[in-house]
């Protein structure tokens, strides 16, 4: 990996995901929510989420591990149950921050800052596979350097539109549940429709990406489709609430 394909990587990693949370964050007419809890939510989604929900992913992964041989069963069941729950699970208890915690103060906040942790998970997690990318570019080492480059540029593109909406489209909506029991004080019972809600979304698109359905092509732009109606959805959400409130 060279200083170039270094910085490209970090540019690509990050600057979407942050554009996403400006661009959620601006969503609101009345009443925007202030940078610093934003920024607290996206720095918790990028760091102790991430760390929490590798943890927890290979806590589950033990039992499975032990009782199942077959590999693409276990590379399955991670890929479409656990890394959902997991990541759904450690990212909204960025709203449960004091910081956080005091500003929800209208319903849609909830959406707002569940989709910005979300967004900040989403950029560590592209800058994982990213690496991950580079330095197997000994793989590539038949193809021109130029056409290295234009797939990486190509496979961060893709994970900048796909990932970054998903894991904001997803999150907003437990973040959704956890402002709703917080401002209403009713236990955290009521969050799990909500909760349940964003590892069906999340699942669903890991299955879109991962399996062929009607082919690589089909799958790949189902997914996307399907991001780009689920953060309409959201932003659509989160525009009524913030007329109704105002």
């Not at 943890?55 to 032990?66: S, T, Y």
């Not at 401002?183 to 590892?199: E, G, Y």
Request: charged residues 15%.
């Amino acid at each position: 990996m060279n200083r170039i394909e270094f910085i490209l990587l970090i540019i690509m990693s990050f600057l979407p995901p942050v554009i996403f949370a400006i661009w959620i964050r601006n969503t609101e007419k009345y009443h925007r929510e202030r940078w610093k809890p934003i920024i607290l939510c996206f720095c918790w989604g990028a760091t102790i989420a991430v760390i929490a929900s590798i943890i927890l992913e290979m806590v589950l992964q033990i039992p499975l591990a032990v009782s199942v041989e077959d590999h693409n069963s276990i590379w399955f069941f991670m890929a479409v149950v656990v890394a959902p729950f997991a990541e759904e699970f450690t990212k909204p208890f960025a709203l449960r921050l004091k910081t956080v915690k005091k500003e929800l103060d209208e319903f849609e906040d909830g959406l707002i800052y569940g989709a910005v942790a979300g967004l900040g998970f989403s950029a560590t997690e592209n800058l994982l596979y990213g690496l991950s990318f580079l330095l197997r570019g000994q793989e590539f080492d038949s193809l021109p350097a130029g056409m290295f480059l234009l797939m990486f540029l190509m496979f961060m593109l893709i994970r900048s539109f796909g990932g970054c909406l998903l894991h904001a489209a997803a999150t907003a909506w437990t973040g959704y549940g956890v402002g709703k029991s917080i401002m209403n004080k009713t236990s955290v019972i009521r969050i799990l429709p909500f909760f349940i809600l964003a590892c069906f979304l999340h699942a669903f698109y890991n299955f879109l990406v991962t399996f062929e359905l009607n082919g690589v092509v089909v799958g790949f732009f189902t997914a996307m489709l399907f991001v780009a109606l689920s953060i309409h959805i959201v932003r659509k959400k989160i525009k009524t609430l913030d007329m109704l409130s105002r």
